[in-house]
């Protein structure tokens, strides 16, 4: 079957206003749940295109509807809006002025590709079908806004019926549109630890419980639940980031605390770790003698792009941006919160490469940067989805 292109071009007004509206948000950083300046831009030039707008949905997320009233799926396009508490060492001329915050993974972009898709499929009006969603949502960060913002009903009124989102990437050449379905990013989990022995003298270690030797065996060991009990070809990873213990040289102290985190890319695998992780800790403490407490934390799902929406995906950007433009994606043992509406719905999370030169620092980095010229490719995939998905009749 012959494939239809679908062109989207993008007014060079629109282009320029998609850069400096990126470069705005990038001078003005705000944390997860904090985006009220970012939000409240939003909200405004939502309003002045005519969409059906919600606002303080999640605390700072902001939803758009536009309802053509002609047949269609239900759409919803997502970005996610905070920065990172990082200070910017980048050297742009529009770095961050808050101190100490800092879009260090590309949210403004996010930001300023789907409100340029926004204004695109305003001026199109006429060719869209279905129902449209322009999400925009806070704290992806660690702190878990998509998951708010789906517990505030953004699935629902109107009921969506599919989902998608966009990650600009500073490892992959700019413009191209990278998908893959199944499993792209890991679930990211995380556990606290406190080894409690009996404290004494450095000098008399027979007379004590060593939290500290214990602690050691312990991440020692752990490291065998990945290399010895799970399938190799099963990406796992678990690192212990954090061990406090002790005040002084020649002192045994009475425990030790450890914080680490846990990433997989299957939920079965995932549903196994506190277990395997714990029965290593016991075992390790009751060597010992010592006693423990283990707090295992379900934080991020793993990723999951379903399989014909991620198809689909991959044959739009085919299709939009031209076929040397839409490639397959590498996993990233990185975590995602889009995870949550991907649970819900039937969806796709693609990455758009954005690397500055050859030298791209990796996302959270103080010098991270993008490539702009990314940012078309950007709105003209976002349109593409909002002219093209509603109608899109998925076969499952
Ligand atoms: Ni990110």
């Not at 399938?231 to 796992?236: H, K």
Request: aromatic share 6%; proline share 6%; with cysteine.
């Amino acid at each position: 079957m012959a494939v239809q292109p679908l062109a989207v071009d993008i007014p060079a007004s629109i282009l320029r206003d998609v850069i400096e509206l990126r470069r705005d948000i990038h001078a003005h950083p705000e944390l997860g749940f904090e985006e009220l300046r970012t939000s409240a831009i939003v909200a405004r030039e939502l309003r002045s295109l005519d969409y059906e707008v919600r606002t303080s949905i999640a605390q700072t997320g902001v939803v758009g509807v536009l309802r053509t009233g002609r047949p269609g799926r239900t759409v919803l396009l997502r970005a996610d809006m905070d920065a990172l508490p990082i200070e910017e060492q980048s050297g742009v001329p529009f770095a961050s002025v808050a101190p100490g915050k800092m879009h260090a993974c590309g949210h403004d972009a996010h930001v300023a590709i789907l409100l340029g898709a926004a204004r695109l499929v305003r001026e199109r009006r006429d060719e869209c079908c279905g129902t449209l969603v322009f999400c925009f949502q806070p704290a992806e960060e660690g702190k878990g806004g998509g998951k708010a913002m789906v517990e505030q009903g953004v699935l629902e009124n109107p009921r969506v019926d599919a989902v998608y989102g966009l990650h600009v990437w500073s490892r992959l050449t700019p413009g191209v549109v990278a998908v893959r379905p199944g499993p792209i990013m890991a679930s990211s989990d995380s556990i606290e630890i406190t080894i409690r022995g009996k404290g004494g003298h450095g000098a008399a270690p027979h007379e004590t419980v060593d939290a500290i030797v214990t602690s050691a065996h312990f991440i020692t060991a752990v490291q065998s639940v990945v290399s010895r009990t799970i399938d190799p070809l099963q990406p796992a990873v678990i690192t212990i980031g954090s061990i406090h213990s002790g005040t002084t040289h020649n002192v045994i102290p009475d425990e030790a605390r450890l914080l680490g985190t846990v990433r997989a890319f299957d939920a079965g695998l995932r549903d196994e770790m506190p277990a395997r992780i714990e029965g290593v800790l016991r075992g390790c403490c009751r060597a010992a003698d010592a006693s423990y407490d283990f707090q295992y934390d379900r934080r991020y799902p793993v990723t999951v792009n379903d399989a014909v929406e991620s198809q689909y995906v991959r044959e739009l950007a085919a299709r939009t941006l031209g076929a040397a433009n839409s490639v397959d994606l590498t996993p990233i043992m990185g975590a995602e919160d889009f995870s949550y509406m991907l649970e819900r719905r039937p969806g796709c999370f693609f990455f758009l490469g954005a690397q500055p030169g050859l030298d791209g620092e990796p996302h959270h980095s103080a010098r991270f940067k993008i490539d702009e010229a990314a940012l078309e490719n950007g709105v003209r995939m976002m349109t593409a989805l909002a002219l093209d998905a509603p109608r899109h009749p998925v076969q499952r």
